[in-house]
């Protein structure tokens, strides 16, 4: 399959024009507290005071580790707890095309041709960033509307749009805690789509390099660990581990046992798999297929909190996160 250029500029004019209507009516910044939003070099990003503890990755990366084509957009990283420790990690040596917090499906099906949209360096397919909206939201919270689309490139054909995706995202910063809200909805853009079954496809965050098997540890809501969890049912899972200044917990909820039925499932790795390092995945494909219609939330409608917080989340507080969370809805 011939790969096209992901370094080829994707921002649509729709964008230019979303984005300087945000601007134009925030002539400097976004302001809530002592907290900012800005759009720069291809980025949507929040800081605190002079520190950047939120970014939207709008345009492909440059220069993108590995090449152009590892080229890739639509993802968030950097993301900071308060403290200032980043918890995503992007381009690690081991998996270059890992980003942070992001969401492709690793392999869906349009026309009976199967195309690859996690892996961009494969040149099958890739998500791309269209247009960014900021919303209305309370006071000392940001959200935004993210629209992006899922492009797949049959052998001699150019790229064409097989997914529309409305990501709405809002963030918070607490005291002691980032937090971020995610809901994703994906439709055909035209012919009809199924998401097919893989052992890892779907919402994913790759953490901290600095934590491993021997200094972090990983809890689900099913009482299992890191080489227990994967596999497994799981409506939240939660991360710990150290920091220059003390502890960490990324806290990842998903809503998917409320909207879908039934809780996702997990792909995680083990403390034999790169020594253990935090990678998560709630996959809604993980046994079975499905195609991608209203009649399936599993994978057109998904809800997903994260919490990263300054601190240790023990499995009772992040259950009774999540029963918090979804009382809210």
């Keep these: 399959m011939k790969p096209y250029n992901p370094l080829q500029p994707r921002a649509t004019l729709l964008f230019r024009l979303a984005t300087c209507a945000l601007l134009l009516a925030h002539p400097a910044q976004i302001a809530h507290a002592a907290e900012s939003a800005s759009l ?18 709008i345009d492909p990366v440059t220069p993108p580790t590995g ?3 590892y080229a890739t957009g639509a993802f968030l990283h950097s993301l900071r707890t308060p403290a200032g420790f980043e918890w995503t990690t992007i381009q690690p040596a081991d998996h270059l095309h890992h980003v942070g917090l992001w969401w492709p499906w690793k392999y869906i099906e349009v026309n009976g041709q199967k195309y690859n949209c996690w892996e961009p360096q494969e040149g099958q397919g890739r998500r791309v960033a269209q247009s960014v909206k900021e919303l209305s939201a309370p006071p000392g919270t940001f959200a935004w509307e993210f629209s992006n689309s899922f492009e797949v490139l049959a052998p001699g054909a150019e790229p064409q749009t097989a997914i529309l995706e409305t ?44 934590w491993n098997k021997d200094n972090s540890r ?23 581990g150290p920091t220059p200044t003390g502890c960490a917990s990324v806290l990842m909820m998903s809503a998917a046992s409320k909207r879908a039925g039934a809780p996702e499932r997990l792909r995680v790795w083990n403390s034999k798999i790169h020594d253990g390092t935090p ?51």
């Design 279 to 329: 990678f998560v995945n709630f996959n809604p494909v993980m046994n079975q297929s499905l195609p991608l219609d209203g009649s399936h939330p599993a994978v057109s409608d998904r809800k997903y909190r994260i919490v990263a917080a300054d601190r240790e989340i023990d499995a009772a507080t992040a259950e009774a996160a999540w029963r918090k969370w979804m009382g809210g809805e």
């Design 40 to 57: 720069r070099e291809g980025k949507l990003e929040v800081k605190t005071g002079k520190t950047v503890n939120f970014t939207w990755q």
């Design 167 to 210: 990501a709405r995202v809002a963030l918070k910063n607490e005291k002691d805690a980032q937090i971020i809200d995610v809901e994703i909805k994906h439709q055909a853009a035209g012919a009809a789509v199924t998401v097919l079954k893989y052992v890892y496809s779907g919402f994913s965050w790759r953490g901290p390099l600095s």
């Design 67 to 69: 090449g152009p084509k």
């Design 218 to 240: 990983m809890t689900t809501s099913e009482g299992l660990e890191r080489d227990t969890a994967n596999d497994e049912p799981a409506r939240w899972v939660v991360v710990s």
